[in-house]
Each structure stands twice: as structure tokens, then as C-alpha cells.
């Protein structure tokens, strides 16, 4: 009966977070429309956050509270998550092709901010025997983060496409959902935390593992629901894009505010997971300049999706087979 209330909890936690990241989103976005803020501005820094505020408060109050298991399960997680469940099944819904852009710099850039976090975690100078990300390099991963948002800026600033649908609504209405958006984030936040390491300590399994699985896939629910609607509607951009900033965000963003908070002890197993992602991404790669150029078919899709249940069995057997 606990450990149904402890999931019941989870539940409840990860929905507080992502419709009040939704709350957010609306309110911000029709208040910023108010006051004449371009729509651009408004989707490099409202709507385009908004899809990893999830993930964002999970790290934040794992962070203070000192849950490193957490901190890098749930983004090592939700990335991987992103990279091969959903473009998977997106691609399964329907071929996604891509533009040259985003195969030529913007992968290249997920690549680099996975090494870069390889990098850290394991050649620190200062922490050799017990390895940590510390606040200077979490500092030097949101530094990188501002570089990749104005290369963002750069390329959609004489951008004349308007494809946000920002709805109006009155000063008081926006000013609620910005309130309720915030407080939904923040209790939900605790809520998942707390309930997540509960059912960690209850199943005799590592926080870990409820991170990169459960965890992660709750916090990537915003992105699934973006990118499954986009290819539905056969909007391959918005599909892959989505995926692809969010894993950037995921690691420069999260991570970086996450450690300048507090220094990130980092485990040696995660490396594995690291591995899993950074050849995830240069399989999308491969895919992509294979058969027709940048596109994922559905047989890829198909390898994708495949490859993730592969990773859930791994963990599993990782977890509670080998007690790694």
C-alpha cells in the first residue's frame, strides 16, 4: 500500500510539473505578447524553456538536496529517452526529414555538449580519485548554453515565419496562470523528488534507476506530446528540433545550473549511459545520410525504438542483477 501511494505521489508530481509548466508557457507568453515582445524572443526563451522546466525543477530540488543520482539520471535519461523513443516513434508516425542545418551544426553541437560532459565528470584536476562536475564547469556548460542560444538567434532573427499560436487573454488571466504555473512546478518538483527516492529506498533499488527510466520519462512527456503532434501534423522540423534543443538545454542548461548550485558528484557507472547516448546520437547521424538524405524512415524508427527497450533491459539487469 506505501509503495502504491509512493507511485501514486510520482504520478501526481510529474502532472503538477508539466501543466504547470503549460500554466507558464500560456501565461508568459500572452503577457510578453502584451507588451509587444517579438514572437521570436518569446520561442528562444518562454516556450522553448518551457518543454524543459520539468526536468529543470526535478534537478533543482534533487540538487539541493544533494541526490547526484538524480541530478544526472533524470538528463542522461530524458536524452536518451528523447534521442530514441521519441524520434522513434515520431519517425514511425512519419519519415522525418530534416534540414541541412540541423544535421551539419546543431547535431554536432548535441555531440559536443555530451563529450564535453564526459569530460568533466571524469577529468577533473582537482578531483581525480572521487570525480565531481564542479561549479567552474558548470559555469563553462551555461556558458556554452548562451553561445548555442545566440547561434539560435542568429539564424531565426530575419525569420518572418510567425508559428507560435500565442492566444490572447486578459492581464489578470496571464498573471494566474503565471502564479499557478510557478507554484505547480515548484510542488510538483518536491513532490517527485521526494516520492522518487522513496520508491527507490522501498523497491531495494538504486535512485539511479528510478532516475533513468521513470523519472526521465516523466520529465520528457512535453517534448513526446511536441514531437509526436508534429509528425502527426507532418511537421518534421518541429519534430526533430524539438528533440534536438531539448537535449542541448538538457545538459547546458540543467546541468550547468544545476552544479553551480551544488558540485555534482559523479558515478562512474553513468559513463555507460553516456556511451548509450553519444552512440544514440551518432546513429541518428548515420541514419540520416543514409538511403535518403536527412531523413529518418520508419525501418530507422523502428531501430530506435528497439534499441531503447534494449537500454530498459540493460538497466534492469544492470541494477538489479549485477548491483552496479
Known amino acids: 500500500m506505501q509503495i502504491f501511494l509512493q507511485f501514486i505521489l510520482l504520478i501526481a508530481g510529474l502532472i503538477l510539473i508539466i501543466k504547470g509548466a503549460d500554466f507558464l508557457v500560456d501565461g508568459s507568453s500572452a503577457m510578453a505578447k502584451r507588451f509587444n515582445i517579438p514572437e521570436i524572443v518569446i520561442g528562444l526563451t518562454i516556450v522553448s524553456m518551457g518543454t524543459s522546466a520539468p526536468e529543470l525543477i526535478v534537478n533543482i530540488f534533487s540538487s539541493i538536496q544533494g541526490k547526484n543520482e538524480i541530478v ?12 530514441m523513443l521519441i524520434l522513434g516513434v515520431s519517425a514511425l508516425i512519419y519519415p522525418l526529414v530534416v534540414k541541412k542545418n540541423t544535421v551539419a551544426k546543431e547535431m554536432p553541437f548535441n555531440i559536443a555538449a555530451v563529450a564535453l560532459l564526459y569530460g568533466f565528470a571524469n577529468f577533473s584536476l582537482k578531483n581525480i580519485d ?5 561549479r567552474f564547469e558548470a559555469f563553462l556548460l551555461f556558458l556554452m548554453f ?32 503565471i502564479i499557478g504555473g510557478l507554484a505547480g ?3 510538483g518538483g518536491k513532490i517527485t523528488v521526494d516520492s522518487a527516492v ?19 520519462i516523466g520529465t520528457s512527456l512535453p517534448e513526446l506530446a511536441t514531437s509526436v503532434i508534429a509528425a502527426l501534423k507532418k511537421k518534421p522540423d518541429i519534430a526533430v528540433g524539438n528533440v534536438i534543443g531539448s537535449n542541448i538545454f538538457n545538459i547546458l542548461l540543467i546541468i550547468g545550473i544545476s552544479g553551480m548550485i551544488n558540485p555534482i558528484k559523479y558515478l562512474p557507472v553513468f559513463n555507460v549511459d553516456l556511451a548509450i547516448l553519444f552512440t544514440a546520437t551518432i546513429l541518428i547521424i548515420v541514419f540520416m545520410f ?16 528497439v534499441g531503447y527497450i534494449l537500454y530498459i533491459a540493460y538497466l534492469l539487469a544492470r541494477d538489479l542483477i549485477f548491483k552496479s
Open 146 to 177: 548562451c553561445v548555442f542560444m545566440y547561434y539560435v538567434y542568429t539564424l531565426t532573427k530575419n525569420s518572418n515565419e510567425n508559428s507560435l499560436e500565442i492566444h490572447k487573454m486578459p492581464m489578470y488571466l496571464s498573471f494566474i496562470l
Open 185 to 187: 512546478l515548484l510542488i
Open 198 to 216: 522513496n520508491i527507490a529506498q522501498f523497491m531495494g533499488v538504486s535512485e539511479k534507476l528510478i532516475a533513468l527510466t521513470i523519472v526521465s
Open 290 to 305: 543514409t538511403g535518403k538524405k536527412h531523413q529518418l524512415g520508419r525501418f530507422e524508427g523502428g531501430i530506435l525504438v
Open 130 to 134: 572521487s570525480p565531481i562536475i564542479s
Open 72 to 83: 544526472l539520471g533524470n538528463i542522461i535519461g530524458s536524452n536518451i529517452v528523447n534521442g
